[in-house]
């Protein structure tokens, strides 16, 4: 089976199955629990290659990204409220992201979509200097608050249309969407590094949820790949309604 092919089945699996601190101060239960369900599937062999993703996200407590009542469940293996009609992305998807977007100590990454940070969170984990965009002002205020309180201080967080991107910062050698969008918006294409990825969930017009596509810039010129199927919450803002009314 080819990898494109794996990643699909994977993805399939878990999409209907589920529905900073630094390492001396994570709890020893969370970096177990962390590494379980890539362990115990075999996906950080079959899938996720880079053990670096997998060791940073064993570094960020994820039950500091969750609401006090879903702190039970925060390593299992699945999406979970957040509030706000948001959710915290299930890990291997988490992983599986971060991974595509080839971060690397250094790296310039944007992420749209802060929701509670733990994406920044592991992005800041691997080294990256992350600068995330939340439309939601709550979200936004919190997930600043909660980043700056566990140490990511290489995070910056602002609240604004994810659609338009972060063009003062740019560009990036990585960004990551982190909710559904209706097509590519053009301006986070503007805004990649040459040979910089954009890791992003796009609605599909033939069947239900949303394709994860890895778009990489090579100068003017852009190639697509095609992970499979998803399930993300829908972006939001006026790009995304003006593209979704077209």
């Known amino acids: 089976m080819n ?59 994820r039950h500091e990204f969750v609401p006090k009542r879903f702190r039970g469940s925060a390593y299992e293996d699945r999406a979970l409220p ?46 990256a200097r992350v600068f995330s965009i939340e439309i939601i002002e709550e979200l ?24 338009q991107g972060w063009s003062e910062e740019a560009p990036f050698d990585a960004i990551i969407v982190t909710a559904a969008t209706p097509e590519i918006p053009q301006p986070l294409l503007d805004q990649l590094a040459h040979r910089g990825r954009l890791v992003i969930p796009v609605q599909s017009a033939n069947q239900l949820g949303e394709n994860l596509m890895v778009i990489e810039r090579d100068g003017d010129n852009f190639s697509s790949q095609n992970l499979g199927p998803v399930r993300f919450v829908p972006m939001t803002g006026k790009g995304a309604e003006e593209a979704e009314q077209n």
């Open 82 to 127: 957040i509030g706000s009609e948001q959710t915290i992305s299930q890990p291997f998807i988490v992983a599986l992201m971060t991974q595509e977007a080839r971060v690397t100590q250094g790296s310039r990454v944007l992420e749209i979509g802060t929701g509670s940070g733990y994406q920044a969170a592991v992005l800041s984990e691997m080294g």
């Open 3 to 61: 990898r494109t092919r794996l990643i699909c089945s994977v993805v399939m699996a878990l999409c209907c199955a589920g529905g900073c601190a630094r390492s001396d101060s994570a709890p020893e239960f969370a970096k177990e629990n962390m590494q379980g369900p890539f362990v115990s599937k075999g996906l950080d062999r079959d899938v996720l290659s880079n053990r670096e993703v997998v060791a940073a996200m064993s570094r960020v407590p």
């Open 140 to 163: 936004a205020e919190q997930a600043r608050e909660r980043l700056a309180e566990l140490g990511y201080e290489n995070v910056e967080v602002r609240q604004g249309d994810g659609w």
